[in-house]
Structures are given as structure tokens and as C-alpha cells.
């Protein structure tokens, strides 16, 4: 049996970081910083470079600019997460191991913070799945970085609108901060609702590694 490979990101040496995370293999992180980028800006910039091959291989004028249409409102879409507290964001994209002749699995993982009113860690953890919101089958962990209760949601978009009428399924890890005033929010977005057990071992063994404080310095 073969030792599994550990990346380090270069965000685990950000002094301003609030939280530490291993994720688990099959995401990609998201680019927020470049993708949402001042224009004019080395970051902006770095993003156009990339970008620029993916134009300059489109086979006519209208595929082109159907992605820059494409790519625009996926930024958009990103800064409105971004506004709510989003600071982390990873598609996923694994076998499925079940039902191998299926497509791949798909799924979003996001870390947003919330602030809450000053109390009690496990007071706060409760109180994020009792309020009104539609949590079910909820969890209550005490992890290494401290309480955490676990929920889901299924939610279903509008009937006629643009979106696919797809159900989609959310598993939601609640962590209050050691300050006791804010909340991470860690969730796993997925359409595939039969794989529910499968996203939510995942997202209990991601906060098995959280931590508040830098673990490597510790």
C-alpha cells in the first residue's frame, strides 16, 4: 500500500490566513484572487496570460466570444459569493465508484464565514442548524479544532427559470472560531444526491484537519 502524496499550498505560510485545511485529492482549487483581480492589476494580468491560449485556440469568432461571455459571468457569480464571506473555492470532480459506467461526479466545495453573536463555541455550532433553513440530519462532532455539528439541505431551483431541474444536495460543516464571534461555514455542493454518504464522509474527514491556528508552525 503506497504512502498518500500531501501538497502544501503556499497559502499555508499567509500570515493573515484564520484557518487551515487539507483537501482531499479530485479539487481543484479556484483562482479567487486572480479571477476577481483589479483590472490593470499582476494578478489580472497573470490571469489574461493564461487565458490567452484557450482564445487563440477557439475554431471562429463566435465560440470565442461565447467563452469571454461564459468566463464573465462565472466571475460574476464568484463575486457575489465572495460578498457573503466565501474565501475558498474547489470544483470537484472523482470516478464514481459505484456506478462506473456513469459520468464523472461533480461537486463544489466552498469555506465561507459568518459572523455570529459572541457565545459559547458549542452553543454557536448549535444554534447554525437550528434556525430556519431546512438542516437535516444533523451531527454533532468534536473535532481537533473544536465543536462542529454537520446538516444537509436539498434544495430545487425555481420551476421554469434557466437553471436545470436538478436537486441540489448541500452537506454543511458548522465551525466557530475560537474568538467565539464568527463561524466557518465548510460545504459540499453536489446535484449527485445518491452519493450523499460519500460527500459527507468527505467533508467530516476534511474537518478533521481544520485548524485555527498554523499547524505547521505549531
Not at 68 to 84: N, P
Not at 188 to 203: H, K, P, Q
Request: net charge negative; glycine share 4%.
Amino acid at each position: 500500500m503506497s504512502t498518500p502524496r500531501i501538497y502544501v499550498d503556499d497559502s499555508v505560510s499567509d500570515a493573515q490566513s484564520d484557518l487551515w485545511f487539507a483537501e482531499p485529492a479530485g479539487y481543484t482549487p479556484v483562482p479567487l484572487k486572480s479571477l476577481l483581480a483589479e483590472p490593470g492589476s499582476p494578478e489580472a494580468e497573470a490571469m489574461r496570460e493564461a487565458v490567452a491560449p484557450l482564445l487563440d485556440a477557439a475554431p471562429s469568432e463566435w465560440v470565442r466570444q461565447r467563452f469571454v461571455a461564459q468566463f464573465a459571468l462565472g466571475q460574476q457569480m464568484l463575486a457575489v459569493m465572495c460578498d457573503f464571506g466565501t474565501v475558498h473555492c474547489s470544483i470537484g470532480l472523482h470516478r464514481d465508484d459505484i456506478d462506473l459506467v456513469s459520468a464523472p461526479l461533480l461537486s463544489l466545495f466552498t469555506i465561507t464565514w459568518r459572523d455570529t453573536a459572541t457565545a459559547p463555541r458549542a452553543a454557536t455550532a448549535a444554534r447554525a442548524v437550528t434556525s430556519l433553513g431546512g438542516h437535516s440530519r444533523i451531527e454533532y462532532l468534536e473535532q481537533p479544532c473544536g465543536p462542529v455539528t454537520l446538516s444537509e439541505t436539498l434544495r430545487r431551483p425555481p420551476t421554469g427559470g434557466p437553471l436545470p431541474q436538478f436537486p441540489l444536495l448541500q452537506i454543511q460543516a458548522h465551525l466557530p472560531h475560537p474568538d467565539c464571534k464568527r463561524l466557518a461555514v465548510l460545504t459540499i455542493s453536489t446535484t449527485a444526491v445518491a452519493r450523499r454518504e460519500e460527500y459527507r464522509a468527505v467533508l467530516s474527514r476534511i474537518t478533521e484537519t481544520v485548524r485555527f491556528e498554523d499547524p505547521l508552525r505549531a
